[in-house]
T-cell receptor, first 116, second 114 residues
Framework: AQKVTQAQTEISVVEKEDVTLDCVYETRDTTYYLFWYKQPPSGELVFLIRRNSFDEQNEISGRYSWNFQKSTSSFNFTITASQVVDSAVYFCALSEADPNDYKLSFGAGTTVTVRA | KAGVTQTPRYLIKTRGQQVTLSCSPISGHRSVSWYQQTPGQGLQFLFEYFSETQRNKGNFPGRFSGRQFSNSRSEMNVSTLELGDSALYLC?????????????FGPGTRLTVT
């Protein structure tokens, strides 16, 4: 079963518009970690943020903000005032608590295209 | 501090051949994980090594193997290549001292099997 679902395949916006990426996860663990990664055309995955399951405080970092809601198993990501350089594929990922299962389960990714 | 490096960056092989990919983690990182990325299956976990021991393995056939050396550098090997093995292979390193340590990814090796 898919543990991380990113329902949006592609999003295209004009520069300066806001973009919100949805992420829904599934786990039976009470302790888990959620991540967002960005993959620009160069191919390298860039770490953006992590959250643990006990920290539902939302965060803003520059133009990025995250909305974590355990009640709906969602960990959404918003880019405010998008720029062309934000064009990339964005992945949501889940790491569960099994100490022998140290891996990331990724969603399918959302391709964001920001047009000038 | 230098990032994760992977060599080679691009590789073309023929069906039936074998291939070895290399990954050098960030200095001080003891954990190395490998992921396969394809358009159809997305990002899938292959295996993770910590202090030269494989801690976890994904759902891949035995043709996929790996190892880690005492300096934390890692190699993965794919034997008897199939067309479906064409993918971007990403390596990630982590301190792995805590469960939530972020993984830092390299630029990947793009393997094409013809």
């Amino acid at each position: 079963a898919q543990k991380v679902t990113q329902a949006q395949t592609e999003i295209s916006v004009v520069e300066k518009e806001d973009v919100t990426l949805d992420c829904v996860y599934e786990t039976r663990d009470t302790t888990y970690y959620l991540f967002w990664y960005k993959q620009p055309p160069s191919g390298e995955l860039v770490f953006l943020i992590r959250r643990n399951s006990f920290d539902e405080q939302n965060e803003i970092s520059g133009r990025y903000s995250w909305n974590f809601q355990k009640s709906t198993s969602s960990f959404n990501f918003t880019i405010t005032a998008s720029q062309v350089v934000d064009s990339a594929v964005y992945f949501c990922a889940l790491s569960e608590a099994d100490p022998n299962d140290y891996k990331l389960s990724f969603g399918a990714g959302t391709t964001v295209t920001v047009r000038a | 501090k230098a990032g994760v490096t992977q060599t080679p960056r691009y590789l073309i092989k023929t069906r039936g051949q074998q291939v070895t990919l290399s990954c050098s983690p960030i200095s001080g990182h003891r954990s190395v994980s490998w992921y396969q990325q394809t358009p159809g299956q997305g990002l899938q976990f292959l295996f993770e090594y910590f202090s030269e021991t494989q801690r976890n393995k994904g759902n891949f056939p035995g043709r996929f193997s790996g190892r880690q050396f005492s300096n934390s550098r890692s190699e993965m090997n794919v034997s008897t290549l199939e067309l479906g093995d064409s993918a971007l292979y990403l390596c990630a390193s982590s301190l792995a001292l805590r469960r939530n340590d972020e993984q830092y990814f390299g630029p990947g090796t793009r393997l094409t099997v013809t």
